[in-house]
């Protein structure tokens, strides 16, 4: 029989906090960490907002002399995971290091390198300028390995990019290695760190980002009617995977139970979901047929919810498929109301919502639900933070290029 998988530690940072206990508080206040973006000038720019990672301090994390070697994309899962590992209380040292795993998702990888070198060799006009670390800086396992490297964790190495749902596809991915035997014990999340002069540019030329700039923690609004496209955001969230068995073993704090793991491509675009939802609805049905859940059973849904037309629409859509009426009964939100679209980090980050939600008993609301969407009318828990007891969460993480994959929770009793 297949070891059952917990989650026993948590790593976030995210615009509303670092660690998970300032992001959960700022998250059931309903405290947005959008915001116009002060890291450049982004007057010239049709969207001029993100969710930004403020007061972040690398050396709080990561050895001095090591910060100027890895990209921001890096430095953001060290950090997440540093957390999480502390949090989980690992000492990897009285351990099999060959049984630890890595496994990190990342939709741009170093993407802000590469811009910064271009500059530089297109100001200059001088090849020799550019840095000469720029590859493994940029390189899109640079996180992974980079984690690996400094905790001599030398199980499986893998990156996940699946644009959007890269994080959630790492840790579904990091449930399967020690399903089958592979890993004992799996450092698995997501990093991102988009927030750059020519990924905005980009964005905004694809016509998928908001345009409120005059109200930026407006901008978010996941299933209101006149939501006007996604607002990027940029952080990190890695969690700790291992057998309950090894868990309890070592008397281990357990937020929640990883029962299920969902993927289904739809092989139709590369930017818009299938309007149906087939592909959507299917990533939820294999989620919970893996983790032998019945549809009745789940209390709480993680919405991909990235406030733009199409996509909430097709998402409410496909809930319906698989949920039928049972779906008006499941309190759902979008964190991405508060802290933006964090692309290859938002399935892990999210992930970490559903883990505090099984664990606490609390929904953190949707913020800017002001006019209601005929298409999008279920629970999206709009303003306010709710109480409820949640026995079985399921997140979902949809990505460019018809990647959708979801995971299922289960509260641990």
Known sequence: MAPRVVLTGLGVVSPVGLGKEAFWSNLLQGRSGIRTIQGFDVSPYASQMGGEVLDFHPEDYIPALKIPKMAKVTQYAMAAAKMAIEDAHLDFSQMDRTRVGVVIGTGLGG???????????????????????????????????EIAISYGLKGPNITISTACSSGGNAIGHGLDLIR??????????????????????AFCSLRTLSVRNDAPDRASRPFDKNRDGFVMGEGAGVVILESLERAKARSAAIYAELVGYGCACEASHMVSPDVTGTEQARAMSLALQDGEISPS???????????????????????????????????????????????????????????????????????????????????????????????VALSNSFGFGSNNACLVMKAIS
């Not at 811009?115 to 550019?130: H, I, K, S, Y």
């Not at 089958?180 to 540019?201: F, K, N, Q």
């Open 111 to 145: 993407w802000g390198i590469f811009e910064a070198q271009l500059r530089t060799l297109f100001e200059t006009g001088n090849p020799r300028r550019v840095h000469p670390l720029s590859v493994p800086l940029a390189t899109s396992n640079a996180a992974a390995a």
């Open 180 to 201: 089958s035997g592979r890993a004992d014990i799996v450092v698995a999340g997501g990093t991102e760190a988009c927030l750059l002069p020519g990924m905005l540019a």
């Open 297 to 391: 059973d789940v209390d709480y849904i993680n919405t991909h919810g990235t406030s733009t037309l199409l996509n909430d629409a097709v998402e409410t859509r496909a809930i319906k498929m698989v949920f039928g009426k049972h779906a008006y009964d499941i309190s759902m939100n979008s964190t991405k109301s508060m802290i933006g679209h964090t692309i290859g980090a938002a399935g892990a980050i999210e992930a970490i919502v559903c883990a505090l939600t099984l664990q606490r008993g609390m929904i953190h609301p949707t913020l800017n639900i002001e006019t209601p969407d005929p298409e999008c009318d279920l629970d999206y828990t709009p303003h306010q933070a709710r109480e409820r007891k949640v026995r």
